[in-house]
């Protein structure tokens, strides 16, 4: 229930912004929402998402690129 309430409250800018998360990196379905409702910020998601990865990796750099993107549009 509280999960489908979270997601009533999205509007479509922000539902996109949540589908982008999952997609592009295959991330829990609260995380995004955390980014959404800012409990975190998007420095704080794009740490956690890379803290598994080599410095300057392929995976890194494509989280990194992504996010940024997503970030971008959340800010437009």
């Known amino acids: 229930n509280i999960f489908t309430e979270a997601m009533g409250r999205l509007n479509d800018r922000h539902r996109v ?3 982008l998360m999952i997609g592009m990196h295959h991330t829990s379905i609260f ?3 955390a980014v959404i ?3 975190i910020s998007y ?3 794009v740490t ?3 803290s ?4 300057d ?4 750099q494509y989280v990194l ?6 970030e971008l549009f959340a800010n437009l």
């Open 17 to 19: 912004i949540y589908v």
């Open 31 to 33: 995380l995004p929402l």
């Open 37 to 39: 409702f800012e409990i």
């Open 43 to 45: 420095r704080k998601y």
């Open 48 to 50: 956690w998402m890379t």
């Open 52 to 55: 598994a990865f080599q410095p």
């Open 57 to 60: 990796s392929t995976d890194e």
């Open 65 to 70: 690129g992504t996010s940024a993107f997503i």
